[in-house]
């Protein structure tokens, strides 16, 4: 819809109420850009004044807040829960962290409390892949050992400073409860929500960082939200959302918008197949497929494969703006 962004409502639940601006190659000029920023914004900003609950999945801009977007207090009154910002976080996202609870701290009149670590060992999550790490892709198996290795000295030397620097207390005052959602489960009204452990932000060891997925159940429904998993690029991910059959999947696709140079033909060759076998054996009743892909002309080329499994499994596969009734704004520039 023209800014980034993977914000939804479930009954009175807002799930990563962000948006941010498009990226330079976007083929718009930024005032339109930051037009179509504003509005989402507006959007947002009304849904989470009326929500009892806000979810915020990881720490990038377009997921949550931020102080110059809308005014922290909009928070207060809300349960918030938050990816933990003490562990599986990269440093960027730490940073990030700090600013949004230290603005909301502030704007509820409270001081913003830290901790001494309360974990020393974190295990490595690339260590539980069984499908992925099988895996050669693209017969390079050499490069690809030395990728992984390199990615397991980066884990290693992230989890020391998880045992080392300062952790955040959730936070429970009379206006305001912060808490971490990190594979916890909560009764919100009516709306189930199961948040899942730490999953990477695109392939392992990816620098990105990590997100929470989660999965909702109302009135009946299931529904999984990726938040950001670039595809899924990892395959052990894809088989654990075969496993859940949710009957509404809300997947954030790989970003085709950086192929063929931060996203290489591998990994989107990879995307695309973890798709088309969710499609094949989870079979939801609908896939609301969006985010990182409607950011460039060409991503229904580069996508083909998925559009057409979807098509041969009987699944419609619509984007958000489909959904609401209208063409992505890529399609129609």
């Not at 009954?11 to 000029?29: E, F, I, K, R, T």
């Not at 440093?91 to 990030?96: A, F, L, N, V």
């Amino acid at each position: 819809m023209g800014a980034k962004s993977f914000s939804f409502v479930v009954g009175n639940v807002v799930v990563d109420p962000g948006a941010s601006a498009m990226h330079p190659s976007y083929p718009l000029s930024e005032d339109k850009k930051m037009g179509l920023r504003s509005k989402a914004i507006e959007k947002i900003v009304r849904a989470v004044s009326h929500s009892k609950a806000v979810i915020v999945t990881h720490y990038h801009f377009d997921h949550y807040l931020t102080e110059d977007k809308a005014d922290p207090s909009v928070y207060l009154g809300r349960r918030l829960i938050l990816k933990d910002p003490n562990k599986y976080i990269n440093e960027s996202q730490r940073r990030r962290a700090n600013q949004l609870l230290t603005s909301i701290a502030r704007s509820a009149g409270i001081e913003l409390k830290v901790q001494s670590p309360s974990e020393s060992e974190f295990p490595d999550p690339v260590c539980r892949f069984i499908e992925t790490t099988s895996k050669t892709f693209g017969g390079l198996p050499k490069r690809r050992k030395e990728l992984l290795l390199r990615g397991k000295r980066w884990f290693r030397a992230l989890s020391r400073k998880w045992s080392s620097w300062p952790w955040f207390s959730e936070i429970r005052s009379a206006d305001l409860i912060v808490e971490w959602g990190d594979n916890r489960r909560f009764d919100l009204g009516g709306v189930t929500v199961r948040l899942f452990p730490p999953w990477f932000h695109g392939a392992e060891y990816d620098r990105t960082g990590w997100v929470i997925p989660l999965e909702v159940s109302y009135r009946g429904r299931k529904v999984f939200y990726t938040s950001d998993l670039m595809g899924p690029l990892i395959e052990d991910y894809a088989m654990k959302i075969c496993d859940l059959r949710p009957d509404i999947l809300i997947a954030d696709g790989p970003p085709t918008y950086l192929f063929p140079f931060i996203l290489n033909k591998v990994n989107l060759r990879r995307a695309v197949d973890n798709m088309v076998q969710i499609l094949r054996e989870a079979s939801p009743d609908v896939v609301v497929y969006d985010h990182h892909l409607l950011r460039e002309k060409k991503w229904r080329i580069r996508v083909s494969e998925v559009l057409k499994a979807a098509k041969r499994e009987g699944i419609p596969l619509i984007t958000v703006a489909e959904a609401l009734g209208s063409k992505p704004v890529i399609d129609c520039l």
